[in-house]
């Protein structure tokens, strides 16, 4: 099969976008294939919170390093990316969970990350909203918020300007081990190398690939400026949302520069199911109302579910497959997609054309999986 | 006062013609029946306010019925979801309201289509109905000059009511070609009550202008409409006025029933001939169902009340009378079609989305309403795409898309559920 393109990237979420701008800019020859609209799977469903997080050394450098790259990113970005600058609050609720925080703040302050230590006075002066007796809490200045589908699309359109192709409308069958891919109508596109960047959808095309389906709720209210100034995340997260086990829920919220509050989030396996369940809304809504009972009196407009790409140690899986090195992933990024997609991008691109990496890519590879990436036609 | 859980053998939202009617025949049949409604007073979009002011004896009889019926009303409670099967959860001003149902109608009206033309959102521009649900409340219309365009008989009946109340009409400009309009009217003659509820109105607007086959093209003025300029398809001209009152006919509330999963036909509820939905113990009656006016919604509404209430023998006898109403609901949808100069109004810079201050250019540059969505924020707002979506339909021919918790805004702490 003669090879029109270097790779061809299978889904234009804001992963495949990501990758697309990284590889279309090395001078790779780049075809984006997308069944159906730029961000529009979980990436138009997901808060879009570009945060730094320490579950593990690995997600540690990953995040920082995509935080980073969104940071200098950020004098290009459009307006429509509403990118903005309004740091995460940790809140502590108790004195557990204060140790947390200083926990966190041993962790990044000699890595360089800037964060603040606020008790309980502080945070109440921060974000007045938030109910009284909370233990205090861990600012994290430089990380931000986004609209993700717009970033996407931004991506995409860098990606395009350095002469990477798009086509819409095209679902893709199949994944040929020997480089390219099948198409729903049956035809073929040829490639070098093949990236199944399909998220939530990637198992689908990747057969014995360990990602699975991750539910998750929120809500969004009408314009409130001010009701919160902060991404604020409740520190109990840690304990619920990393729990694999059953249904969790954790208060998280996010000021949009809209003056919107969006309000999340739950996790749940096992619902493929895209409907609103009023069940696990309420304990998330209930939740929320525990840190912020203001927020019982704010208009809601609408609710709504995606599906996160989860993987068992919680970490993406970027670069060849173990069966075929024709075959790529980039997928399983759970709930850090959208922070860790510019960081996926350039690993990605580095791994393909042989480059030194800004961090380690071992504790991503696909290799890490006994099955990782089975059978490919 | 109510109290945050209830349940009834048969819930029916909306208390409009078809509500009222469906709660009568259901309750009269000793079932413990609820019609839900947003509004403080029964009578639904028509006869807001009839409960007191006793000006059209149709209502008064069917509001005394109701009364009469046992029926109990669930007012200021607005549904807002559907978050299981059996259960309806709604805002009152007091909190969430939990309602149970073994059977549930769904008599959620219409609303206004408004579609986009330069100008269309300066103040003093409002729906017809809107403006006559404004003046029915109070506001003083007496003196001022109003322009009334758009389509649909609802322009005659808003006309009629404005002129009472002082307003001098301009000018009624009629979307449709006269051709069709008086077809129209000549096919109401099968329907005599109709009629003499056409021919009342239209002795009352005496000299009153009604233009068949003429469109606004621009609402003019500052800080506030001033004029409004009108073609016909050969000549534009400006009408002055100090109100403009601009309505492209109805559009069905179909969000509850698309949460409960009914299947729609045409952007109307699917029923049988009871009423019944795709979905198994839920009924539909009225407007959903298809535009068809206040008597088509009051046999549709008393056919669904009886089926419920399990007397489909009823249910059967009212039949031929519905069909009637279906004749009568064709030939209207025909009459007053929407021409294609109504899609090329709005121009790039035009609002489209006036919750999210969206452009028509941006918007028609997308491929579908959800990339709309996604990359401009058109239809993201408050109203979630309810004014916007519907002239998106039409204009550009997009699928409305899925409906999702909460049906109306609602206050974030009404959508966790009461505690049991
Ligand atoms: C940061 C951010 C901010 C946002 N802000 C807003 C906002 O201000 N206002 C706003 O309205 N939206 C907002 N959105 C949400 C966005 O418009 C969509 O709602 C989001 O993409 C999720 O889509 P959806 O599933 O609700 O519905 P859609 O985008 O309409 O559809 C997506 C898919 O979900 C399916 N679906 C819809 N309902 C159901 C159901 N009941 N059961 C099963 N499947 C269903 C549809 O069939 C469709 O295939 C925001 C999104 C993000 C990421
Ligand atoms: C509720 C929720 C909250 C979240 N909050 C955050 C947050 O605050 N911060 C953060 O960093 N991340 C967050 N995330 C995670 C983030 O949204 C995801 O990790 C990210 O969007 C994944 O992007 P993706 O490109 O991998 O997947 P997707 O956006 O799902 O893209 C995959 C694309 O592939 C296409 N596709 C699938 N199969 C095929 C096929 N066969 N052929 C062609 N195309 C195909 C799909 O149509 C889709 O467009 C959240 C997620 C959820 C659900």
Redesign the pocket.
């Known amino acids: 099969m003669s090879s029109s393109y270097d790779i061809i990237i ?8 990501a990758c697309a701008m990284e590889c279309a800019r090395s001078g790779l020859r780049t075809l984006v ?19 730094v997080m320490d579950d593990s050394e690995a997600q540690f450098a990953l995040t920082n390093y995509s935080r980073g790259l969104w940071l200098a990113l950020r004098p290009q970005l459009p307006a429509d990316v509403e990118f903005d600058l309004c740091g995460t609050l940790w809140v502590a609720a108790d004195h557990e969970e204060m140790a947390e925080v200083y926990r966190k703040q041993g962790f990044y302050e000699p890595r360089g990350v800037h964060v603040e230590v606020l008790d309980a006075e502080a945070v109440a002066r921060v974000e007045p909203n938030l109910r009284a007796g909370l233990a205090g809490g861990l600012r994290v200045r430089d990380d931000a918020v986004v609209y ?1 589908p717009c970033a ?1 699309r931004f991506f995409l359109e860098q990606a395009m300007q350095y002469g990477a192709e798009l086509r819409q409308a ?4 199949r994944l040929l081990s020997n480089g390219g891919v099948e198409l ?1 109508d049956g035809s073929r596109l040829a490639a070098d190398r093949i990236v199944n ?6 198992p ?2 990747t057969p014995g690939l360990p990602v699975r389906k ?5 809500v969004i209210t009408d314009r409130a400026p001010g009701f919160v100034h902060h ?1 604020i995340v409740e520190l109990g997260y840690l304990k619920s949302a990393h729990s694999m086990g059953q249904d969790s829920v954790a208060f ?1 919220i ?1 000021p949009r520069l809209t003056g919107q509050m969006l309000i ?3 996790r749940q396996f096992d619902a493929e199911d895209g409907g609103v369940d009023h069940a696990i809304l309420d304990r998330m809504l209930r939740r929320a109302f525990e840190y912020l009972p203001g927020l019982k009196d704010l208009s809601a407009i609408r609710t709504w ?5 989860a993987t068992p140690d919680k970490l993406p899986v970027i670069g060849p497959t173990v069966v075929s090195d024709r075959i790529w992933l ?2 399983g ?9 510019l960081g996926t991008g350039r690993l990605l691109a580095d791994l393909l054309l042989g480059r030194p990496t800004a961090i380690p890519s071992d504790p991503f590879l696909p290799a890490r999986f006994e099955k990782g990436g089975a059978s490919h036609g | 006062m109510t109290e945050p859980r209830s349940r009834f053998d048969i819930v029916v939202v909306g208390a409009g013609p078809a509500g009222l009617a469906a709660a009568c025949a259901a309750a009269e049949k000793g079932k413990r029946v609820a019609v839900v409604d947003d509004a403080p007073s029964p009578g639904g979009q028509i006869w807001k306010g009839e409960q007191s002011r006793l000006s059209i004896p149709q209502a008064q009889k069917w509001i005394e019925r109701f009364r009469r019926s046992g029926a109990t009303l669930l007012d200021r409670t607005a549904v807002i979801a559907a978050p299981e099967p059996g259960v309806l959860l709604a805002e009152h001003p007091e909190g969430a309201r939990e309602i149970e149902w073994s059977k549930l109608i769904i008599a959620t009206g219409a609303r206004e289509l408004f579609l986009p033309f330069p100008g269309w959102t300066l103040p003093g521009v409002m729906g017809p109905g809107g403006l006559q649900a404004l003046v029915k409340g109070g506001w003083p219309i007496a003196g001022k000059r109003v322009v009334i365009c758009g389509t649909g008989p609802l322009l005659l009946a808003v006309a009629d009511g404005l002129k009472k109340q002082g307003a001098t009409i301009a000018m009624i400009a009629e979307q449709a070609p006269m051709s069709r309009v008086a077809g129209f009217g000549f096919k109401t003659l099968r329907h005599p009550g109709k009629l003499v509820q056409g021919m009342g109105i239209f002795a009352r607007l005496r000299g009153v202008p009604y233009r068949c086959g003429v469109w606004p093209v621009q609402a003019n003025g500052g800080e506030q409409v001033n004029s409004v300029t009108l073609a016909d398809g050969s000549n534009q001209w400006t009408e002055k006025c100090d109100l403009l009152a601009c309505g492209f006919h109805l559009v069905p509330n179909v969000e509850l029933p698309l949460a409960m999963g009914c299947e729609l036909a045409g952007g109307c509820v699917r029923v049988d001939a009871n009423q019944l939905t795709t979905v198994p113990d839920v009924y539909c009656s009225g407007e959903p169902t298809g535009i068809g006016g206040v008597d088509c919604a009051l046999t549709e509404g008393q056919i669904a009340g009886y089926s419920a209430a399990g007397s489909d023998d009823q249910a059967a006898a009212l039949s031929n009378e519905r069909a009637g109403w279906h004749a009568f609901r064709l030939a209207m949808s025909n009459a007053f079609a929407l021409r294609e100069e109504l899609k090329s109004l709005a121009n790039p810079e035009t609002t489209f989305c006036r919750c999210e201050d969206v452009a028509f250019g941006r918007v028609k540059a997308a491929s579908g309403w959800r990339e709309a969505k996604l990359l401009t924020r058109c239809g993201m707002g408050a109203c979630q795409g309810r004014t916007c979506g519907a002239a998106a339909k039409f204009i550009l021919g997009w699928g409305m898309e899925s409906v999702r918790p909460p049906l109306l805004p609602a206050r974030v702490g009404n959508l966790t559920r009461t505690n049991r």
């Open positions: 299978v889904g234009a979420g804001i992963v495949g976008a294939l997308e069944r159906g609209h730029i961000g529009g799977g979980t990436t138009a469903a997901g808060m879009g919170h570009v945060v993700p996407a095209v679902t893709v069958k729903a960047a399909t998220g939530p959808w990637s689908e095309l991750r539910k998750g709720h929120l991404q998280n996010q999340g989030s739950s579910t995606g599906h996160r790409a980039a997928t990024h759970e709930g850090l997609g959208i922070t860790t997609s």
